[in-house]
């Protein structure tokens, strides 16, 4: 019976250690995480998607820029002279044959260049400003004529004085062309008639014995 005692001491004490193994094996399983996935902190929160950038919006086209610049020409058949003066989108024009028929005429010139002006008794042009040049059509009186204004270059040009002499309205419009000729009419009164040369250089001109300036004309 004394043999016995340490026996069951010691079977005891092994049952004992066999139960805490698999106590803590258990314990373990049921508390570690998936590998594959590391636990997320306290407090974090999932990403959010991204937003989408807005659409950009296509400006409106803006009208094109222009300064100021002029053109001057003949008709095709060389009858008449022509001159455009633009600034912006604004246009003056003059149509004068330097004896007896003239026409000024106004309006806008378009983004493409092209341009439909108007004058008095149905005069009217319509032409295209492309590169250094423009090309078209002037009528008056009923008549189309087909014209090219170049680039003018100062003195080149069209200029024109408006004033009182001896109490006659003159009103009076040159054309100077790229080459020099000079192209105008004088009107007293209602009455047209060849225009004398101006100075290009100055405007200076003198019309029934009166001094007068001739101005470059801007829309």
Known sequence: MKRSGPLYTLFAGLALAVFMLSLNATTGEAGSPYSGAPAASPGSASPSPSAKPSPTRTPTPSRTARGKSSYAGRTDDGSAAVSVSVRGDKAVAYYCDGRTKESWL??????????RLSG???AKLSGTLAGDRI???VTVADRPSAFTAQ???????LYRATTEVRGAKLDGGWIVLPDGRQVGIVTRDGAPGAAPRI???TGAVTVDGEQLTARPVVP
């Open 106 to 115: 106004k309006g806008n010139v378009e983004d493409d260049g092209s341009m």
């Open 120 to 122: 008095s008794h149905g």
């Open 135 to 137: 090309r078209g059509t």
């Open 151 to 157: 680039h003018a270059v100062k003195p080149s040009g």
């Open 199 to 201: 100075d290009p250089e």
